[in-house]
């Protein structure tokens, strides 16, 4: 059982780089507009193609992504101060992958609606998440061999990726 209150977690928060440009009043605001739950080990938080409902700030834990609803193939793992489901849900489509904790994990379970409309009141940091996703997205892609994935550039290219 995790022991966090609401102020370390906007500790936390605040020290995460798309969180800190926004003053503790704020994030505090979007943790009581939120859930925070505990995840034992396995939990599925959401398959590929679901809706994208929610994204996920991990405050202590580990959620592993992977290119199926099967969960064999894993993609990446992201650890305690990252966050999952905002690329779909800034794109506004279903989620691109599956995902399921690998251990107990306390997750902040961010609605869509409230995770867009905090982004909206600073532009510049809605551009800097967007980048971080960018990034994120090329270090992953950059990752795939051609040896083991030989089209992959055909494929980015196909979805308007351009990574060569």
Do not use: C
């Amino acid at each position: 059982m995790f022991l966090f209150d609401h102020d370390e977690i906007v500790d936390r928060l605040s020290k995460y780089p798309i969180f800190n440009k926004f003053s503790i009043e704020i994030l505090r605001n979007l943790i009581a507009n939120s859930e925070i739950i505990e995840s034992p080990a396995s939990t599925i938080l959401f398959h590929i193609h679901q809706p994208s409902d929610y994204v996920y700030y991990i405050i202590d834990g580990y959620v592993e992504l992977f290119s199926s609803s099967t969960f064999v193939k894993k993609i990446t793992s992201v650890r305690s101060g990252g966050m999952v489901g905002e690329t779909s849900v800034l794109a506004g489509e279903s989620h691109a992958f599956s995902a399921k904790t690998n251990k107990l994990s306390q997750l902040i379970k961010i609605d869509k609606n409230v995770f867009l409309e905090f982004f909206e009141k600073d532009p510049q940091v809605l551009m800097q998440l967007t980048q971080n996703v960018a990034s994120r997205l090329r270090r992953m892609v950059m990752g795939f061999t051609t040896d083991r994935y030989p089209f992959k550039n055909i494929v980015l290219y196909k979805y308007g990726i351009t990574i060569w």
